[in-house]
């Protein structure tokens, strides 16, 4: 089976609501990246019983995400910062060109910087999906 980088996502933001079995299965499967034969062995179940509970889980993350949206919403909420963040750093060049004033463009910097630091929340994420990808 081919772990899909979202499959991760989608288990960090709603493995809780899986059974503590579930759970379980899927966090060694993913997380510890453990193959089907060695969490069959550690949970005292068959590989195809591990398969199945792995192609279930799957299914009802992704149910989850389908009915309660926090993914698509947080990469909402990375495109709205990363747009501020343009807007911000044309604020900033505006003052450089035009010789403005030093304290917008020293307020624009702080506003850079805490727009780069809630960027950097969502960062890794991206890396490893386009890794992935």
Do not use: W
């Not at 062995?41 to 993350?61: M, N, P, T």
């Amino acid at each position: 089976m081919a772990k899909s980088f979202e499959m991760y996502i989608l288990l960090d933001l709603y493995g809780r609501l899986l059974t503590e079995k579930q759970y379980n299965i899927m966090d060694l499967y993913y997380n510890d990246d453990l193959s089907l034969g060695e969490i069959a062995a550690e949970c005292g179940i068959s590989r195809q019983g591990v398969h199945d509970a792995v192609k279930h889980c799957e299914k009802a993350l992704a149910d989850y995400e389908e009915k309660l949206g926090l993914l698509k919403a947080q990469r909402a909420y990375v495109e709205e910062l990363k747009e501020l963040k343009a807007q911000a750093l044309d604020v900033f060049n505006e003052c450089k060109r035009i010789s403005m004033s030093r304290p917008i463009a020293e307020k624009t910097v702080v506003l850079l910087e805490n727009l780069d630091s809630k960027l950097a929340e969502y960062e890794t994420d991206e890396i490893s999906e386009e890794a992935a990808e």
